[in-house]
Structure formats: structure tokens, C-alpha cells
Nanobody
Framework: QLQASGGGLVQAGGSLRLSCVASGTIFSINTMGWYRQAPGKERELVAAIPSGGSTNYAGSVKGRFTISRDNAKNTVYLQMDSLKPEDTAVYYC???????????????WGQGTQVTVSS
């Protein structure tokens, strides 16, 4: 239900924009976000954006990454600027959503997209 795109190989200092579309049966979406997992490390939160309210960023990306969403398109974006080699990871999108009105909120994950930053 979540399809991520936009990863790739970029030089340090460059930019990439990730997109993630939620599709299928969706009643409402609460928080959408991006996580990443580097080799040998645990998955970590990069940025999150609730349906209303302020965004949340990991300290390591604050000021360089910008998360946004288009509620009409059920899409979340991650604009990544001033990329560093340590940003290299598989990036996963996440959506906390309710598929139908009477169902509880559940977390859904995209398939992951590779971001590689060369020095």
C-alpha cells in the first residue's frame, strides 16, 4: 500500500527527493514519516509529519532535510539537501493509517529505497 521512489546515487553535498504514495483502501492517515536503516545499524526515524501539527526531525538531519505531505494525494515527500556519506541507507516510508472507519490505526511500510552518498 505504500510505494516509495526517488532514491539513487549522489555525491556529497547533492540533493535527492523521495516520494511515497499510500494507495488502496484508506479511511484516514495520521502520521506519515521516513525511517532509514544503514548496514549493521538499527532502523531510525528520520522525519515525521502528523496530519496536523509540527514536524519532527532527527538531530542529524535537522536543517538539511524537509518533510512535507500532500493529503489530497496521500503522499509524503522528503527533500534531502546537503547530503553526507553518513546519510547512506535504505529509506523506508511509514504511514499510520486507518483503512476503514471502524478499524484501528495501523502502521504500514513501504518497500524501501536505497540512497547512496559518495564522498
Amino acid at each position: 500500500q505504500l510505494q516509495a521512489s526517488g532514491g539513487g546515487l549522489v555525491q556529497a553535498g547533492g540533493s535527492l527527493r523521495l516520494s511515497c504514495v499510500a494507495s488502496g483502501t484508506i479511511f484516514s492517515i495520521n502520521t506519515m514519516g521516513w525511517y532509514r536503516q544503514a548496514p549493521g545499524k538499527e532502523r531510525e526515524l528520520v522525519a515525521a509529519i502528523p496530519s496536523g501539527g509540527s514536524t519532527n526531525y532527527a538531530g542529524s538531519v535537522k536543517g538539511r532535510f524537509t518533510i512535507s505531505r500532500d493529503n489530497a494525494k496521500n503522499t509524503v515527500y522528503l527533500q534531502m539537501d546537503s547530503l553526507k556519506p553518513e546519510d547512506t541507507a535504505v529509506y523506508y516510508c511509514n504511514a499510520n493509517l486507518r483503512a476503514r472507519m471502524l478499524l484501528p490505526l495501523e502502521d504500514y511500510w513501504g518497500q524501501g529505497t536505497q540512497v547512496t552518498v559518495s564522498s
